[in-house]
Each structure stands twice: as C-alpha cells, then as structure tokens.
C-alpha cells in the first residue's frame, strides 16, 4: 500500500483517518508501506518522455524513485490527504503526476486497487471534486480498480 498524507506532526483530521486506516489494515494482517508526501522532496513531471530508460521509474532523481518501487510491488495503492483549496495537495500532487512515468515506460502497475481518503472543511460532497476526479482518473490509465 502507498500513503501519502501530510506531515506527521500536524496531527490533523486526515492524519488521523490515515492513522485509523493504517491500524484496521495491520490488524486484519496488512503489511502497509507509508509515505509522507510532505516530508519527501518530490518535483512535478517534466514530460520529457524518458520515463524508466535510467533503471529508475523517473530519469529525474527524487524521492518518487524511492516510492515507485513500492507500487510495483502493491496490491493496493491508498491515497489520503486534506483538501486544500478545493483541489489535490502539491505535495502529494507531485507524486500521483509522476505515476505517469511507470505508466508510459509500461511498468506493469495495472491490476492493482487504489483508494482514497479525504477530509475537509466545508460541508457538502461537491467540495471533494477537485480531489476524487483526478484520482480516479490517474486510476484508469495506470489500470487500477477504484474501490472507496
């Protein structure tokens, strides 16, 4: 599994559902594998389509190389965060656009589930758009399975 919530200092609303999350899958027998997304350096996708040709998922060498090895090896990927300003975090953003280099150097990544968590501050479902689209649509290329 692949989490990327914010930092774990700020005990907030949505490390606290990670968290929660975390002790029902390990109790059920889960072997989970955490990132923080905020605590690692991670660059947005430079499109320059030399995706994997390096031995690595990214030829740009940050942090994403570190967690790309883990979704290959997931058989689900988990995705939590706060919602800020209507849409994804950066700095989990930077991580799900760098999910494309598995995908375009034909990493086999498919068959996997991927979910989210969320929270925010504002009632209605419609604030968490910005967030459930985009992930279930890095889900559909990468040949994931959406289940919550």
């Not at 072997?31 to 947005?44: E, H, P, S, Y």
């Not at 040709?53 to 939590?80: E, H, R, Y």
């Not at 656009?97 to 419609?126: F, S």
Request: charged share 15%; hydrophobic share 45%; with cysteine.
């Amino acid at each position: 599994m692949w989490f990327l919530p914010q930092a774990p200092e700020k005990i907030q609303n949505s490390f606290a559902m990670t968290q929660a999350f975390i002790k029902a899958a390990q109790a059920k027998g889960h072997t989970v594998t955490r990132f923080d997304a905020a605590m690692m350096k991670i660059g947005g996708c430079h499109a320059c389509e030399t995706c994997c040709q390096t031995g690595k998922a990214c030829s740009f060498d940050d942090a994403f190389n570190q967690i790309a090895p883990a979704i290959l090896a997931a058989d689900v990927v988990v995705f939590t965060m706060p919602v800020y300003w209507y849409s994804i975090s950066a700095q989990i953003k930077g991580g799900i656009d760098r999910i494309y280099a598995m995908v375009a150097g034909a990493k086999k990544i498919a068959d996997k589930e991927c979910a989210l968590i969320a929270c925010c501050a504002e009632n209605g479902l419609t604030v968490f758009d910005g967030v459930c689209i985009p992930i279930e649509r890095t889900a559909a290329p990468a040949g994931w399975r959406m289940v919550g």
